[in-house]
């Protein structure tokens, strides 16, 4: 026997495939408002799957035999959501249920009109809002008007003035970018704001997981905002100290993944310099601050207020427009001399770009590895060296004699590969 004897053809199939997709995504939304629900729930593991479907049927009707079915269906729903609102207006005076079971509806639409990608986004992303209610509550009371007016300020200069700079050189040299300034203030931002979020959530010892984080965008930007931390807080010592140290050993490894993204045989050169390194790294943090990874009450009880200081990151901007100016009157007077002479000025600001030009040149050149190798790595040591100095100049004295010792390591480690 056939499909189509008994009515199942291609069109039939894709329909009920779809229902069966409004169904998974319902059940995964209605499983969490069934396990928060103290009671029979007005929505639940049944009900939201069945609302989901409803919308899919309401736009299959729709489609094909009666355009009104929305105004039934859909305002069907939105009067038993009012009636639910009222009737448990004094037990909650929320709509997240309300809301939810609207979603659900609207998912089962998508579903049909195959917006599948968007439907399964929306619903996980609904998930787990509605599953991390008790953190975002929480993170949410404890904030105050100024922190309120920071995120705004941030917001403002993400969304509001970036887009509006213009991406052309400009000035003697053509040395700056307003665009790629603003670019760093917006990751100094950024940095400052994520550990503000992790302080007020977890505590001060989570300085680390800035590092960590912060050391994938700019490890330049952590160590020069944790040496700060210290400064206004020498509480922060050590956390700062594994922030900065973990930063470091994260910007080890995105060298070695850029490298490896051009040319592999780049990548396999500086793998053991870098990888070593990190690796020395992490025996030092083992050992010297193992202790300090976990809840203290001596630190997790700092107040940090100011998650967004708008001066403290033009003055990072600042500074990064300056010495990009420097690197310019330099390569300007001495030219193209030197890969190395180029691999340390770039370094100073920039491993990523001298990394990937390097990366460029070998793949041009095979003959070349020796000098792409090298310069990699004195970019590397440039680019500690700079960093150091911030922490030199912004951070306690404490925390210029921790981080020296993985100063030390990457110039003694990079060195004697460079040397052998």
């Not at 800035?210 to 930007?221: D, E, I, K, Q």
Request: aromatic letters at 14%; hydrophobic letters at 55%; a neutral charge.
């Amino acid at each position: 026997m056939e499909f189509k004897e008994i009515g199942i053809d291609e069109k039939t199939l894709e329909i009920l495939i779809k229902v069966l997709i409004s169904t998974a995504l319902g059940l995964i939304i209605g499983l969490e408002r069934e396990r928060r629900a103290k009671s029979e729930a007005f929505i639940g593991i049944r009900t939201t799957p069945l609302i989901a479907i409803l919308g899919t049927l309401s736009s299959f009707i729709y489609e094909n035999y009666w355009s009104g079915i929305f105004i039934f269906s859909f305002g069907a729903l939105i009067i038993f959501t009012v009636i639910n609102y009222f009737k448990e207006f004094e037990k909650d005076v929320g709509i997240t249920t309300e809301v939810t079971l609207i979603i659900a509806f609207i998912i089962g639409v998508l579903v049909y009109y195959n917006h599948i990608y968007i439907s399964i986004f929306i619903t996980l992303l609904t998930t787990t809002l509605l599953a991390l209610k008790p953190i975002l509550e929480k993170f949410a009371k404890s904030l105050s008007l100024e922190d309120i007016i920071s995120i705004l300020k941030f917001l403002l200069v993400v969304v509001v003035i970036y887009p509006l700079l213009p991406d052309k050189n400009f000035g003697p040299f053509d040395a700056f970018n307003l665009k790629s300034i603003w670019k760093v203030v917006i990751i100094v931002s950024a940095l400052d704001f994520i550990g503000y979020v992790l302080i007020k959530w977890k505590g001060a010892k989570t300085l680390w997981i800035t590092g960590l984080v912060g050391g994938l965008v700019s490890s330049t930007a952590v160590s020069y905002q944790l040496a700060r931390k210290t400064k206004e807080y020498p509480k922060l010592l050590y956390p700062s100290s594994i922030g900065i140290a973990l930063a470091w050993t994260i910007m080890n490894i995105r060298v070695i993944v850029l490298a490896g993204l051009i040319s592999f045989e780049l990548a396999k050169e500086v793998f053991f310099p870098l990888i070593l390194t990190s690796v020395i790294f992490l025996i030092i943090m083992v050992v010297k601050y193992k202790n300090y990874l976990k809840p203290d009450k001596t630190t997790s009880d700092i107040n940090i207020s100011n998650p967004f200081e708008l001066w403290s990151a033009i003055q990072f901007g600042m500074l990064y427009a300056g010495i990009k100016f420097s690197i310019e009157v330099l390569d300007h007077f001495f030219g193209s001399k030197g890969i190395y002479l180029a691999s340390f000025i770039s370094g100073v600001i920039d491993v990523d770009a001298i990394t990937l030009s390097l990366a460029n040149m070998l793949k041009e050149n095979p003959s070349a590895i020796e000098v792409a190798t090298n310069g990699v790595l004195i970019a590397v040591i440039s680019n500690s060296i700079f960093k150091f100095s911030y922490i030199f100049f912004f951070g306690t004295k404490e925390l210029t004699k921790n981080i020296a010792y993985f100063l030390i390591t990457i110039c003694l480690v990079c060195g004697i590969y460079i040397i052998i």
